[in-house]
Structure formats: structure tokens, C-alpha cells
């Protein structure tokens, strides 16, 4: 039984940080790379970021222009976890956010995706 679970959205003002959350289960985890998917009211999904599986000790990531220099990523394999680290928060911001499981070993924004979570809302006031 696979399953992603989200945790850590809540309200939180513009300029304050959170850290989201996914718990990963029947699944491989350490061999493959892990992402991040938004998506606003009427807005379709987008990528966030990903990360990569580790290779030779190295972790890569990838991330969206939007989020480059206030987002992280970064995974504990020895828990099944992936972490979005996210500040200074701004309206636009504010979103479900889903955890993504690639069939693939690369963080790439156009990652195939074999499993999604079921979401956590973000909401960022002004």
C-alpha cells in the first residue's frame, strides 16, 4: 500500500517560514528522486522542486525560478522523508502543495511522477 503523506500547512503571515512534510510508504524511496508540485485556485499544477536520489554522496536539486533562494529541499532516507523548507513567504505562495514520488533517479521539472500525496494547504496572508 503506497502511500505520501503531507504535513505542515497552515496560515502563516508574508515573511514567515515553514517546513512541509512527506512520510513515504510501500515504496522504494532511496533510489529514486522526490518532488514538490503546487497548485493555486484556478491555476494549474506546477513544479517546485525536486531532489534527486543520492549518487556518490551527492544530493542535486532542482527548483522552480519562483522559489529559487527561499524554498529547500531535502530528504532523510533513513525516516522515508522529503522536507520543503520554505521562507519568506509571500502571497502568491499560497497553494496545496503535493508530494511526488518519480519513477526516475534525476531531479528534472519535467520528472515522470509514479506516485502523488494528497495534498497540504499553504495559505499566505498579507
Known amino acids: 500500500q503506497v502511500q505520501l503523506v503531507e504535513s505542515g500547512g497552515r496560515l502563516v503571515q508574508a515573511g514567515g517560514s515553514l517546513r512541509l512534510s512527506c512520510a513515504a510508504s510501500?515504496?522504494?524511496?532511496?533510489?529514486?528522486?522526490m518532488g514538490w508540485f503546487r497548485q493555486a485556485p484556478g491555476k494549474e499544477r506546477e513544479f517546485v522542486g525536486a531532489?534527486?536520489?543520492?549518487?556518490?554522496?551527492?544530493?542535486?536539486?532542482d527548483y522552480a525560478d519562483s522559489v529559487k533562494g527561499r524554498f529547500t529541499i531535502s530528504r532523510d532516507n533513513a525516516k522515508n522523508t522529503v522536507y520543503l523548507q520554505m521562507n519568506s513567504l509571500k502571497p502568491e505562495d499560497t497553494a496545496t502543495y503535493y508530494c511526488?514520488?518519480?519513477?526516475?533517479?534525476?531531479?528534472?521539472?519535467?520528472?515522470?511522477?509514479?506516485?502523488w500525496g494528497k495534498g497540504t494547504l499553504v495559505t499566505v496572508s498579507a
Open positions: 531532489v534527486g536520489a543520492i549518487t556518490w554522496s551527492t544530493t542535486i536539486t
Open positions: 510501500g515504496l522504494t524511496f532511496g533510489n529514486r528522486a
Open positions: 511526488a514520488a518519480s519513477r526516475n533517479r534525476g531531479a528534472i521539472k519535467n520528472m515522470v511522477v509514479d506516485y
